[in-house]
Each structure stands twice: as structure tokens, then as C-alpha cells.
């Protein structure tokens, strides 16, 4: 079959035409992958908390007599819990306490962080007071007849008088002290106030004048506040004397006025 030239030229040039195409046209290469993503490195640990540390722990003085106090004292660093024991319990970081403990006694400071704990003990030692010394007996009663023979003065007078002299003033008046004392302490008891006289003159003359003396100073007694029904008075003129000589040192001891218990 005899083919058209214009038909065959045509088609040459078609086959022609394209492999001039296919052959110009240049293979493109693939695109590269993306590189990784670049991490941040994560941040360094944080430093670890520094444990707890327990610079002095001390008790002043660290014995003593029961009742008597002590003191505590104490410092702690780094420290966010802080306790004593025997019932101390939390404290600060740095102080004292003082402490009355009834018996020997060991006290523990616990001190505690995050980092660590720490601990240290002391101990005070408690002894037992000296027993208090015996009690002195109770002073013995003394009796309203042993203080006036004891404490009481007798009254000088003048001879052949019955006034009272100044030394028979502050005897009489020390008297009337000692004689409230004994009226106060027993209400029953009561006085004489006795007269008497040196050996001259008769004994009818020195009962008379014994009289005389033991009313004045009783009088005086009375005028000093001294309850006048506690006194009554007696002469016994020259029948008592406290000394016989025959001079007159002698005879001024006898010329008297003296206190003797009551009947």
C-alpha cells in the first residue's frame, strides 16, 4: 500500500519532535530532608539543700538540787524544724530555756532539713536537797513566877522615908514593863509589892513604914498602866532582910520595895 509522502513526512516529524522534547528535558533531583530540630539541653540539677547543722547545745549548770533551775541553750544553722524534748518542744534556731526538772534529766535537740537532720543530747543531774536541820524544841514555858524572880528590880528607898527616888522610878518602871508581859501571857497570876525596912527603930515603927514604901510603889505601878487589883502589899517592917551587917551599905539593902508572887 503506497503511503501519502505528506502523511509520511508528518509523522516523522511528530516522532521526531518528541524525542527532540523528551531528550531536552533534564531530570530535576528530589529535595533533602529537613535536618532534625535542634533540643534545648535541659537545665542543670539544682544544688542539693545543705543539711541541717547543730553549731552548740548546753545546759548551765548541769547539776542541781531539786527545785533549783538550769538553762538550755543552744544554735542550729540551716535548720527548718527545730524541737527539744521533755516537753520543751520547737524552739528557734538560736535561744534559751531554763528548765526545773524533778529528777536527772537527759534533754535531745533534734534539728531537721530537706539536706539532713542533726542531733545532740545533754543532761543535767538532779540531786536530792540536804534534809532542812531539825527543828529547835520549843522554848519551855516559862512561868509567870520564874520571869519575876528573873527580871524583876526592887526599889531603893531613903531612910526613914517612903518617897519614890529616881533609881526607884526607873527600877518600878521597868517593873511595870515586866508585869504587863506576865498579866498578858497568864491573866490569873497577881503580885505582892512588899515593904521593908533596915533594923533601926521598932517593929512596930518598921511595919508602919514597910507599908508606907509598898503603897508608894505600887501607886507608881499603877500610875504606868498596871491593873491595880494584880497588886496588894504587904509590910514586913525589919523582919526580912537580905543582909545583917551593921553598916550602911547593908541597911540600903534592906530598905526596899520587892515584887513576890501572889498567893
Not at 512596930?204 to 514604901?213: I, P
Not at 553598916?247 to 534592906?254: A, I, P
Request: overall charge positive; hydrophobic content about 35%; glycine content about 6%.
Amino acid at each position: 500500500m503506497r503511503m501519502n509522502m505528506r502523511t509520511l513526512c508528518a509523522a516523522v516529524f511528530t516522532v521526531v519532535l518528541l524525542l527532540s522534547v523528551t531528550a531536552c528535558k533534564k531530570k530535576v533531583a528530589a529535595a533533602p530532608p529537613p535536618p532534625p530540630p535542634v533540643n534545648n539541653p535541659p537545665p542543670p540539677p539544682p544544688p542539693p539543700a545543705p543539711a541541717a547543722r547543730i553549731n552548740s547545745f548546753t545546759v548551765e549548770p548541769n547539776s542541781i538540787q531539786r527545785g533549783q533551775a538550769a538553762t538550755l541553750a543552744w544554735s542550729v544553722a540551716n535548720a527548718t524544724d527545730i524541737n527539744i524534748d521533755q516537753g520543751v518542744g520547737a524552739v528557734q534556731a538560736n535561744g534559751n530555756r531554763q528548765i526545773t526538772p524533778n529528777n536527772t534529766a537527759t534533754y535531745t535537740l533534734m534539728a531537721r532539713s530537706a539536706g539532713g537532720m542533726d542531733s545532740r543530747a545533754v543532761t543535767v543531774t538532779v540531786t536530792a536537797p540536804p534534809a532542812p536541820p531539825p527543828k529547835p524544841p520549843p522554848p519551855a514555858k516559862v512561868s509567870g513566877s520564874e520571869m519575876l524572880g528573873r527580871e524583876s528590880q526592887d526599889a531603893y528607898f531613903d531612910y526613914d522615908k517612903s518617897d519614890v527616888r529616881d533609881d526607884a522610878r526607873r527600877a518600878l518602871t521597868a517593873d511595870a514593863d515586866l508585869l504587863k508581859r506576865i498579866f498578858a501571857a497568864d491573866p490569873s497570876f497577881t503580885v505582892v509589892m512588899e515593904g521593908h525596912c533596915d533594923e533601926r527603930g521598932s517593929a512596930e515603927y518598921n511595919l508602919g513604914l514597910g507599908d508606907r514604901r509598898s503603897t508608894a510603889a505600887k501607886d507608881f505601878l499603877v500610875q504606868l498602866g498596871v491593873p491595880s487589883d494584880k497588886i496588894r502589899t504587904i509590910s514586913y517592917g525589919k523582919d526580912r532582910p537580905v543582909c545583917t551587917d551593921a553598916n550602911e551599905t547593908c541597911y540600903q539593902r534592906n530598905r526596899r520595895g520587892h515584887l513576890a508572887p501572889g498567893q
